[in-house]
């Protein structure tokens, strides 16, 4: 049995502890309050990660470390800095293996799909956050410090989406569903479990290490087809969703600091926001799990909530 230190227990750090003890390894998984699923083989425990010493100590003799953390997005400047610099050096300091789960905003605007070789490219400070985070990452593993790899997907099906959180609750009821996002622009959509499959993949194959890797993603799907989808395969009355007009979005950006946010990745929804993960699927052998499995899991997560 391997300890592996988990940070996060929001959808992909969940599914990566559950997975992990699955397998029956040990987990600790670290949130603020303690919080997580309950299973034998994992340890909650309450603590600040943002404490390197701290951190450092909840990970001697554990073969991984995963940031899993997902700071509110209107907190990225104030909360990722911290944590970013107690994640190295607890790194350097326990020996475990860092691996990140993190996203495409670093990208940029593209146009055509995004492989984990395409540029980083973006010019807004909020886009290339984590990839700057990738970057210290990688300058520490080439200056013999650490050992890390990092795992990127696109938008979660069954977590922090325009499906989970906005429009999913809805078409399950049978009612009309209003999105945040166009409805005929196709998009990537990835599943937590697949996540997790590659972060728990890669964090013991060295042929991972320093480098990016893209979670195993099905064929990508427009807002529209997914909700059609997502209705069909949960048994629900024909999908309704209608696109909120980008004016009235602006204007609740000027109330919520949430909402204003999502203007800086609205380019995500307005032009083809596709990834090709083959070069993952090629060396793990991992492939993405049925589309219709996932948006069941979502379904259920919703009912759940409810």
């Not at 990225?76 to 190295?88: I, V």
């Not at 970057?135 to 499906?163: C, F, H, K, M, P």
């Not at 290490?209 to 059609?228: H, I, K, S, Y």
Request: net charge neutral; glycine share 6%.
């Amino acid at each position: 049995m391997s300890e592996h230190v988990i940070v996060g227990a929001g959808g992909v750090g969940s599914a990566t502890a559950m997975l992990l003890a699955e397998q029956g390894e040990h987990v600790r998984l670290i949130t603020r309050r303690g919080s997580g699923p309950e299973h034998p083989a994992i340890e909650r425990i309450a603590a600040d990660a943002t404490d390197a010493n701290r951190l450092a100590e909840l990970a001697v003799g554990a073969v991984a470390l995963y940031n899993c953390a997902s700071p509110q997005y209107h907190q990225w400047f104030e909360d990722w800095p911290p944590l970013a610099a107690a994640f190295l050096a607890a790194a350097e300091r326990s020996g475990a293996v860092l691996v990140s789960m993190s996203n495409l905003y670093g990208y940029g605007p593209v146009s055509g799909p995004m492989t984990p070789q395409t540029p980083i490219a973006a010019t807004h400070p909020k886009l290339r956050l984590r990839a700057d985070m990738w970057n210290d990452q990688l300058t520490a593993q080439r200056a013999g410090r650490i050992r890390t790899t990092e795992v990127r997907a696109s938008d979660y099906i069954e977590a922090n989406s325009v499906l989970s959180t906005v429009i999913g609750k809805a078409l399950l009821a049978g009612k009309r569903a209003y999105s945040p996002s166009p409805l005929n622009v196709p998009h990537s959509w990835t599943s937590i479990h697949d996540c997790a499959r590659t972060l728990v993949t890669v964090a013991t194959d060295e042929r991972a290490f320093g480098q990016v890797w893209f979670a195993p993603t099905n064929p990508a799907l427009t807002v529209r087809q997914l909700a059609t989808r997502f209705a069909e395969v949960n048994g629900a009355p024909r999908a309704r969703v209608l696109a909120i007009p980008y004016p009235v979005m602006w204007t609740s950006g000027l109330f919520s600091p949430m909402i204003k946010e999502l203007r800086t990745t609205r380019y995500q929804f307005t032009a083809p926001f596709v990834i090709d993960a083959s070069s993952t699927t090629d060396t793990f052998g991992l492939k993405p799990i049925a589309m219709d499995d996932a948006l069941r899991d979502a379904a259920e997560r919703l009912r759940a909530q409810a």
